[in-house]
């Protein structure tokens, strides 16, 4: 199926443990983003890649590791898990950074860390 | 630093009664504005791009309308399925990054 998915939809982890969240999109987009969605802070930047093997910092990158071997998939992972990542977390991809049709957002990996 | 910032944090509507959401914003540059609607449970979904003050778009009951400062999304005569999370976004200078509010939650009632 065309689109962006995320995977998995919810997952629950430890402190300390490495976790890695999975997005892939279909339609060879240049750009992919990950944003984390908070109550009261709405949807943050933590990374974005304009093209296979480029990426870069957002607005709260700390914690997190970004690659992007393949134009199709960017995973974002998690090195050692804190409480303060528990967190809805997107990922969204674009072809002309934004213009006109702005970011297609993915289902979203709801992420709980105990 | 670019900032974004929404009103009301929540409106509650009856069905056929109009109003409007506020995007205020402070950047340098700006290259576009955005909205976006986000249904629980997922992710926000693409609705307009504005770039210039005067600039307006429609699509069904709403309509985007953008000043120098502030952009409206203006909903008229709403139903319950408008029901939604109302994100407005900016994208400024040489970045291709967009910056978020924290959005509007709208509640129509029938």
């Known amino acids: 199926d065309a689109g962006i998915t995320q995977s998995p939809r919810y997952k629950i982890t430890e402190t300390g443990r490495q976790v890695t969240l999975m997005c892939h999109q279909t339609?060879?987009?240049?750009?992919m983003f990950w944003y984390r969605q908070d109550l009261g802070h709405g949807l943050r930047l933590i990374y974005y890649s304009a093209a296979a093997d480029i990426t870069d910092k957002g607005e709260v990158p700390d914690g997190y590791v970004v690659s992007r071997s393949k134009t199709e998939n960017f995973p974002l992972t998690l090195e050692s898990a804190t409480r303060s990542q528990t967190s809805v977390y997107f990922c969204?991809?674009?072809?002309?950074?934004?213009?006109?049709?702005?970011?297609?957002f993915g289902s979203g990996t709801r992420l709980t860390v105990v | 630093e670019d900032q974004v910032t929404q009103s009301p944090e929540a409106l509650r509507l009856q069905e056929g009664e109009s109003s409007s959401l506020n995007c205020s914003y402070t950047?340098?540059?700006?290259?576009?504005l955005f909205w976006y609607r986000q249904d629980p449970g997922k992710g926000p979904e693409f609705l307009f791009t504005l770039y210039s003050a005067g600039e307006e778009k429609e699509k069904e009951r709403l309509k985007a309308t953008l000043t120098k400062k502030e952009s409206f999304l203006h909903i008229t005569a709403p139903k319950p399925e408008d029901s939604a999370t109302y994100l407005c976004?900016?994208?400024?200078?040489?970045?291709?990054?967009?910056?978020f509010g924290a959005g509007t939650i709208l509640r129509v009632k029938s």
């Open positions: 339609w060879s987009h240049s750009y």
């Open positions: 969204a991809s674009s072809e002309n950074g934004g213009f006109p049709d702005g970011y297609t």
């Open positions: 950047v340098s540059g700006l290259r576009g």
């Open positions: 976004a900016v994208q400024a200078g040489s970045g291709n990054k967009l910056v």
